[in-house]
């Protein structure tokens, strides 16, 4: 039997096989679990089952099988205790030196819309978080590894150190553990805490334990005497990956994510052009190059240094769409090859892959402290009101919901004219509604008549509504809820306008 013995048991697979060859050609003994235990025979790599070590066999569905005396005791074992030698050398339990385990993923479920409450709690691990402070206490003489970007710092430490781990590293190894339990247990905690309401909206959490870990530094913030970096929340995936360009700056982050919102609020194929976080042109097509073309036609000036936001694959058609329209970033789910290889050719050209995976919490600082609101959700058009005395036709009513769904993506005051697949002029982030109303239709870039236009909040006097139907507008969408409301539906009912109250406004600031 080797004097030298791990456990390995982990649920992200990277890196694993080779770190447990590593092992196995310096004598390590290997002990593992379930499909750790697979991955390795796999392999051709020899590991002893945790049950078969212990003489326990898993119980509850594998709820129970680390939680032993003798996997505990070879891990919290001190080497320096007499009492520890006299109960390990009484009770037959050998020692573990290392502890490679990562945690089931908790925060990857429940950021799924889908995941039932049941799935939630079956990705609470227990065993593993166990194990991981059990050595992380005891890292003097059990190193934990809780994550495949610390194997490699690992191997080296060995390599170097003739078999001998650096104090150094073992404590680095220790805090990564309490670092990742604690957010891991505040992921959990947070949830239980927002799953006992039974609205529609959930508590916050009376505490906030934000783990985050730095993704990259940025060259500077929104300025260059702004220092700034990228960091996502613990557990969860990068919510992009980069496949081409220079680095992403502070803005082009902004930009991208609002992008990427715009396009997969629709379930159609769907293109956003921004500018400084607000869409200059958004389309829906029936391809992703047919959505591409329209969006940019809808202001192809400010779409100049744009980003652009597809919620399809970008494939060759896409690249033939954007021309030579100079853009800084483009986001998509996936690119084909040719796409891709099309693209890369435009070396300034940033070229980004979005995640499916998105957190439902916005977190933004404000007065020295945070601000945490739940995603802004766009409520389904049945609960739609018609208020005037005329109702839409099905033309207007789908342009009512295109220019919804852009409305909630623009900034406060925000005004948006479109008909049923493009926007048409868009005014945003004013001081007053009707500055709103006049700056969108001077940014038209095609005829105003017989658009729709929507409205984030209410409209506080039918000015802004004027403009419009002086515009040639022929459908308004807003959320109502003024004090002149009858003074604004009267002006629609002047104009034979067909106005909708939503019942829930969109400010964005």
């Known amino acids: 039997m080797s004097d030298k013995r791990a456990i390995l048991s982990v649920y992200d ?12 050609e310096r004598g390590y003994e290997i002990l593992s679990t379930g499909g750790t235990a697979r991955v390795l025979a796999e392999a051709g790599l020899p590991a002893i089952s945790i049950s078969g070590y212990t003489g326990a066999e898993e119980i509850l569905g594998g709820r129970v099988k680390t939680l032993h005396p003798k996997v505990f005791g070879g891990i919290l074992f001190n080497r320096n205790e007499w009492e520890h030698q006299r109960d390990v050398d009484l009770y037959k339990i050998g020692s573990i030196d290392l502890v490679v385990v990562n945690l089931y993923p908790f925060e990857q479920t429940v950021a799924k819309k889908d995941a039932s409450f049941a799935e939630a709690i079956e990705q609470i691990d227990v065993g593993g978080p166990s194990m ?8 003097e003489h059990v190193l934990p590894l809780c994550d495949p970007s610390l194997y490699a710092g690992f191997m080296r430490e060995v390599e170097r150190g003739d078999g001998k781990i650096s104090s150094e590293f073992r404590r680095k190894a220790a805090a990564e553990v309490f670092r990742r339990t ?3 247990d505040a992921a959990i905690s947070a949830y239980l805490e927002g799953s006992t309401s039974q609205t529609d909206l959930a508590p916050l959490p009376a505490a906030l334990s934000l783990r985050w870990t730095k993704f990259q530094d940025l060259r500077y913030g929104e300025n260059p005497q702004q220092r700034a970096g990228f960091y996502v929340e613990e557990g969860l995936p990068s919510p992009f990956h980069q496949l081409h360009g220079k680095e992403l700056s502070y803005n082009n982050l902004l930009d991208l994510d609002a992008a990427w919102n715009v396009a997969r609020a629709f379930h159609q194929p769907a293109c956003a052009v921004i500018k400084h976080t607000n869409p200059c042109g958004a389309a829906v097509g029936n391809s992703a190059a ?13 779409a100049f240094g744009g980003i652009i936001g597809v919620n399809r694959e970008v494939d060759g058609a896409c690249v033939e769409a954007i021309g030579n329209l100079f853009l800084e970033v483009i986001i998509a789910p996936s690119f084909s090859p040719d796409a891709l290889d099309a693209l890369r050719a435009k070396k300034n050209l940033r070229i980004v892959t979005a995640s499916a995976i998105r ?5 933004r600082s404000a007065a020295g402290g945070i601000l945490v609101q739940s995603e802004d959700e766009i409520a389904s058009p049945e609960g739609w009101k018609v208020v005037s005395n005329r109702p839409p036709t099905d033309e207007e009513d789908r342009a009512m919901r295109f220019t919804w769904t852009i409305c909630a993506h623009v900034k406060s005051n925000a005004i948006v004219l479109g008909r049923t697949d493009r926007t048409v002029g868009i005014g945003a982030g004013q001081m007053s509604r009707v500055d709103s109303a006049r700056l969108a239709v001077s940014k038209s870039t095609s005829p105003t008549e017989g658009c729709a236009a929507a409205s984030d909040a209410f ?12 515009a040639g507008v022929t459908a308004v969408v807003q959320p109502g809820g003024s004090v002149r409301d009858d003074e604004v539906i009267a002006a629609a009912n002047e104009r ?7 019942g829930e406004r969109h400010f964005r600031h």
């Open 13 to 24: 697979k990277n890196g694993i096989v080779e770190l447990a060859r590593f092992l196995v």
């Open 132 to 139: 991981l402070r059990a050595a992380a206490k005891n890292h």
């Open 182 to 184: 604690a957010a891991y």
């Open 290 to 302: 047919e959505a591409i073309t329209t969006a940019i036609q809808a202001d192809s000036t400010s």
């Open 359 to 363: 957190s439902e919490r916005q977190i």
């Open 459 to 470: 409209f506080p006097f039918r000015d802004g509504l004027d403009i419009l139907a002086a």
């Open 496 to 502: 034979d306008l067909a106005m909708i109250f939503t």
